[in-house]
Structure formats: C-alpha cells, structure tokens
C-alpha cells in the first residue's frame, strides 16, 4: 500500500533566542502513515504531541525537515494555499471539539462544504447520520453534550472526505462511555469508509483501537507496535508493557 | 484579594478604558456646558429671554446624554463581564461580595472619570468663553468658572454615578452564576410577530406625524419634542429587530456560502445587542444630522432676512447661542455614536479571537477573515445612517415648513442644501470611520 503522509526528519524548537532557553518539542521524527491506516501516536504530556498535529495540520511551521502528503510538500505553500490545502485535504478533531458557538451543529458540520464552496445538502444529513446524531442537528452546541459534540466535530472532519483526519486526544474530555463509543466510530470510519486516521493520545485504552501505535517521549520518536492479528484485549496489554519499559528506561 | 482584584482590572483594561472613557466625556461636557452657560457675565449682559431659554434645553439635552452614556456603557461593560463573575461565583464568592465587588469598581471608575473629566471641562470652558463671546460679538468674557455651576455638576454625578453603582450591583446579584457562565455562549433569541411590526411602524408613524404637525406652534413643538424621540427609538429598535431576524433566519435556511452563513450566525447570536447598537447610532446620527443641517440653514436665512440693523443684531445673537447649542449637541451626539460603535466593536474582540483561531484551524484563511468582518462592519456603520437620513430629513422637513415663517423658497433649498452637504460629510466620515476600524480591528484580532 502507498504511503499518504510521509514525515522526514522533523524538528521543532520553540525559543532559544535572547537567551531563554530553548525547547526541542520535536527532535528529528520521520514515520509515514499508509492509506487507509489508523494509526495512534503516544506519549505523555509535553512530549510533543500537539506540536506535530499543528505542524502537520499546516497552522505551524517544522524548524527542520520535511512533510509530504500524498506526494505534496507543504514547503513553498503561501498561507491561502495551504488554508485550501487544509480545508480540501485535511479533517480535524480537537479535545475541546472547537465547534463554533454561534452555529448549530448541522452548520458546523456544513461548513467545510461551503469553504470548498461545495453543495453541503446531501451530505451533512448523511454525515450526521453516520455518527447517530442526525436529530441534533439544529441544536447549538451549548444544548449538547460532550460527546455529541465530539461526535459532531468528528461529523465536520470527516464530511468533505479529507485524504487524512487528524485528532489530537479526542476523548480527553469525554466520560468513559463516550469515550467508548466515539473510538467505535472511529473504528468503523477506518474500517468501512477507508478514512485514514492519525491519533493523537495519552490513553492507552484509545490507543489500542489503531492498527499502529507509535510512541514518543520528549520530541524523539522511541519504538512502534503493530496490531498485527491480535485481539483488542492482547493489544492493549501489549501497549501497556511497552508503556512501562518505556517509563523505566 | 485586593491584588487579584487589581490583576482582573489590569486584564480587562482594553473595557474598562471604554467606559472610563464615556464617562469621562459624559462628566468633562457637563461641565463645560455648565460653566459656560452660567457664566456670571452672561446672565447680567443684556441678551434676549430665549438666549437663556436656549442655553437651558441645552443644559437638560447634555445631562440626558450623561445620563445615556453613564448607564448604557456600564451595562455593556458588565454584560461582558458576565463570564468572569460567573466563574467568581462558582469559586466561591458570595453574591454579596460579588455586588460588593461591583459596586466598589464602579465607584472608583466614577471617582476617576469625575476628576479626569473636570480638568478637561477646565481646559475645553476657556476655549469655549472665547468662542462664544466671538459670536455674540461682544468683547472677551473673563474666563470664570462658576461656583454653581460646579456644585451642580457634582450633585448630578454624585447621585447619577451612586444610584447607577447601586443598581448594577443589584442587576448583576439577579443572576445565577449558571445564567453568568453561558452570557457569551447563549444566543439571543428574537422571533418574528406581526403585532411587533405593527407597533414599530405605529410608532415611527405617529412620531413623523406629530414631528409634521404639531410643530407649527412653537410651545407645543418644544413640548413634543421628547415623545417624538422616544417614539422614534421604540420604532426604530423594533424595526431593527424584527427586520434583523426577518432577513437573518431567510438568508441563513439557504446560506450558500460559508461568508453568508458565518455573518448571518453571528448577526444573529447577538441580534438584541445588534438592534441595540444600530439603533443607538441611528437615533445619535439622526441628532447630528439634524441639528447640523437646521443649524447651516438657519444662519443663511438670518442674513437674507433681516430687516433693520438692531432686528440683525438681536437675531444674530439668537442664532449664535443657538449655534453654540446645537453644534455642542451634535458634537456629543458625534461623539456618543462613534463611542457607542468603538465599544461595540472593540469588546467582541476575544470571542472573535477565539472564534477566528477556530475558523483557521479549519482552514478559513486571512483573506476569508477580512472579508467577514467588512460585511460586518459595513452593516454596523451603514445601516443606521441610511436610517437615520430619513428620520433627520422629516425633521428638516418639519423645519422648512414650519418654523421659517412664509416659507420663503430660498431659505427652504438653502436649508436643504446645507442639509445635504452635512449627509455628504457624515457619510464621508463614517466611511472612513468603518475603514480605519476595519484595518485595526483585523490587525489586533488576527494577531498570533
Ligand atoms: N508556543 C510554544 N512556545 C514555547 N514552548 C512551547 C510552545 N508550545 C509547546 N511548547 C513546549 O513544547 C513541548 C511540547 O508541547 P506539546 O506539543 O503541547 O505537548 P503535548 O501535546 O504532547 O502535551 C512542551 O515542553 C511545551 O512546553
Ligand atoms: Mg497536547
């Protein structure tokens, strides 16, 4: 299968100059993602997690290295360039959902359509109904609850078939029960619709619904761990031991 | 406590400074006005009954602007402000401590414009004196400030600034900290009513009405004059409203585009705040306008009309205490709209921060941000004044018909004349109002 998003050799400082000392948030990371793949990056927090989402979501720019999606480097985009690039290519799911207060959730959801200045119609009674909250749809979302906001924001990052969806701890505000069923969906999104998906998350329990778990500690990526063919249950222990060693090493 | 007070004052500056700002100027022409118009000389000077007449309207017109700017700014400032108190009250504060609170910073704004407000009134008196005994043509005034005028000044505010801190408190001490926390989330919500509609046109109706006929007697006319204004506001806010929430929930079903949806989304979270504003602004231009316009006009007809050299001179005097009153008027009506816009504007800018780091994470770009808030913006600035040329042309209207005697037709097209070039202007000034505004307010709200 063809790599979709390939990353070479990533830096990322933040200050260093006038004397503040510098933080290497991410320090020469390079991985791919293949089409199709649902892959979940860990590690704790202030390891760099959200600084490789930003930069690869185009809103940050890497210090060094290079980003290629399906074949196109962001390198040389101007910023409305690559905020076409964003709004065709890319979906995103936030921990704070990043829903817009003063639109309903069918709204939310339509706007990537209209910013692609596409025909949102059919499509968002679709989407919504794929994540079982096509009945909320002209609620705003104080009237909704944590996770059908989230299900929304996802709804809104997966309705205009972006090649790649983001999420940066997705379930960090959720309850376990929401939690559950957005992973569900997640999986079945990955499964049945073809949507590559890049994780970002602390939790090993979201970690193991990917096929793949990358993990990273202080900006420097340190092992991987395949699914392969086993079970949920066998992942998940096997992402624990591997988070453990980690922690002694 | 008292340093996290501070803390909280110094974060909230950029609102404080808004009203500070208000009611300084609410306090610095109160003054002016005052000192002026109880000069010593004056009233001992040998001037017609309706210079003193004048001057005393004028006198009860700025302390109604007082009056509006004091309340309306303060209300504004801390309906903002309903989130920070909401989170004080889910921290822990009791409602008391928390009207305490607000009763105190109000107090201490006050104190702080009062004295700020003063010294400028200080400095604008001298000028003014000068001005004035300019155009009444009799030699320099002695710059003086009257101890009455003073006294009186400090008694309006004191009460004004006790009574408004007190029921602020209370106002504040109604909500529950739920009601507090969601102020900026929660959308207004207006529907549409016929019955609403009727009344809006009733309003604006009878007001015109009245303003084109009883003015032709000078009492009744003078009598009027604050039914019409309120009869004008009523109607206009309603037809703002209703019109506002017409247009908006039309546009919005088939919004096509993401720049219709996103303006009709965010017209209409704030659609009470919008219908306020806009009808503030269209009611203050329609001040300045009018008064501008009769103002020109009037100072034409004088000099066509005048008979004998004393009729000229009295006139003269007459018209220059007029000038003097309607050009300070609608200066502060000026003022009061341009603030009103500033305030507006400016203190959405953290929820629009937020909103547009929203908007840009999925992939709105700068260009589509500018675009949003000019439509925006145009229709803040542009609506009331369309509004408010109508409204300020029945007033010339009536002013042509009426109170020039035997309509003689030179004076009437001078009027309108004068008029059209005072529209011209203002239409200049806003237009260039809403482009500096645009360019700052685009420059501090997508900043990183
Ligand atoms: N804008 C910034 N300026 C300076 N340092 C930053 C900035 N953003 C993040 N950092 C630092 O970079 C490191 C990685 O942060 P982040 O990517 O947010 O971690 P994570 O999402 O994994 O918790 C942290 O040490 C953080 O303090
Ligand atoms: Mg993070």
Redesign the interface.
């Given at each position: 299968m063809n790599d979709i998003l390939q990353i070479k050799h990533l830096s990322k400082t933040y200050g260093g100059t006038g004397g503040a000392a510098a933080t290497h948030a991410l320090d020469d990371v390079s991985f791919a993602v293949r089409c199709g793949e649902f892959v979940s990056v860990m590690g704790p927090s202030g390891s760099g997690k959200t600084t490789l989402l930003n930069i690869l979501a185009g809103l940050d720019t890497p210090t060094h290295g290079e980003i290629l999606l399906d074949g196109q480097s962001y390198a040389g985009l101007d910023g409305e360039q690559l905020a076409a690039f964003r709004r065709s290519q890319l979906g995103f799911i936030f921990q704070d959902y990043n829903l817009l207060d003063t639109l309903t959730l069918g709204e939310n959801v339509a706007l990537p359509l209209l910013l692609d200045k596409r025909d949102p119609a059919l499509r968002v009674q679709q989407t919504l109904a794929l994540l079982g909250i096509e009945t909320l749809a002209d609620r705003f979302p104080y009237q909704a609850s944590g996770g059908q906001q989230q299900r929304a924001a996802v709804a809104r990052a997966i309705v205009h078939d972006p090649s790649l969806v983001l999420a940066d701890e997705p379930t960090g505000n959720l309850d376990s029960a929401s939690a559950k069923l957005l992973l569900q969906q997640f999986a079945v999104l990955n499964q049945q619709m073809r949507v590559t998906i890049l994780m970002v998350t602390h939790d090993p329990q979201a970690a193991s619904y990917a096929d793949r778990v990358i993990f990273i500690k202080d900006g420097q990526l340190s092992t991987m761990l395949e699914r392969g063919l086993q079970p949920s249950r066998a992942f998940f222990t096997s992402i624990l031991d591997t988070l453990s060693t980690l922690e002694e090493g | 406590m008292l340093s996290l007070l501070l803390r909280n004052i110094y974060r909230n500056r950029r609102r404080y400074i808004g009203y500070l700002l208000a009611s300084t100027i609410a306090v610095a022409t109160f003054f002016t006005f005052g000192f002026v118009a109880s000069h010593p000389d004056l009233s001992r000077a040998d001037l017609p009954d309706v210079v003193l007449q004048l001057l005393l309207i004028g006198q009860i017109g700025v302390a109604l602007f007082a009056l509006f700017f004091v309340v309306f700014f303060h209300r504004f400032l801390l309906r903002l402000r309903g989130n920070e108190f909401g989170l004080l009250l889910t921290l822990g504060m009791s409602p008391r401590q928390l009207a305490a609170m607000i009763w105190i910073e109000s107090l201490t704004l006050a104190a702080l414009a009062v004295v700020l407000g003063v010294l400028l009134s200080l400095a604008a008196t001298s000028g003014l004196i000068f001005g004035l005994s300019r155009l009444l043509g009799i030699p320099p005034l002695p710059v003086v400030f009257a101890p009455s005028a003073l006294i009186a000044g400090c008694g309006f505010f004191g009460l004004l600034f006790v009574v408004d801190a007190a029921l602020s408190a209370r106002w504040m001490r109604s909500y529950t900290p739920k009601q507090l926390l969601?102020t900026?989330?929660?959308?207004q919500s207006a529907s549409l009513s016929l019955p609403s509609i009727i009344v809006g046109l009733g309003c604006l109706g009878v007001a015109y009405t009245l303003a084109l006929v009883v003015s032709a007697n000078a009492v009744l006319g003078t009598a009027s004059m604050l039914p019409i204004v309120v009869l004008c506001a009523v109607g206009t806010y309603v037809l703002f409203s209703q019109t506002l929430v017409l247009i908006l929930t039309r546009l919005r079903r088939r919004?096509?585009?993401?720049l219709a949806?996103?303006i009709t989304?965010?017209l209409?979270?704030r659609v009470l705040d919008y219908a306020r504003i806009l009808t503030v602004v269209t009611l203050l231009s329609a001040g300045v306008l009018t008064l501008m316009g009769v103002m020109i006009g009037s100072l034409a007809y004088i000099r066509q009309t005048a008979t004998s050299a004393a009729e000229y001179q009295e006139l003269v005097q007459i018209v220059a205490v007029a000038l003097f009153v309607s050009f300070f008027l609608s200066s502060l009506c000026f003022i009061a709209a341009a603030s009103t816009l500033y305030v507006k504007v400016f203190t959405q800018i953290d929820e629009d921060r937020r909103?547009f780091a929203?908007?840009?994470?999925?992939?709105?770009?700068?260009?589509?941000l500018h675009l949003l808030l000019l439509g925006e913006f145009a229709l803040l600035f542009f609506a009331p004044v369309l509004i408010a040329i109508l409204h300020s042309a029945v007033a010339i209207g009536e002013v042509t018909l009426h109170i020039i005697p035997d309509a003689a037709t030179a004076a009437i097209s001078g009027t309108w004349l004068a008029y059209a070039v005072v529209v011209a202007g203002y239409l200049a000034i806003f237009t260039l109002g809403c482009g500096v505004t645009w360019r700052q307010y685009t420059r501090l709200a997508l900043r990183h």
């Open positions: - | 969601v900026t989330r929660v959308r919004a096509a585009s993401w949806l996103l989304s965010r209409a979270h909103q929203q908007l840009r994470r999925i992939g709105l770009s700068r260009r589509g």
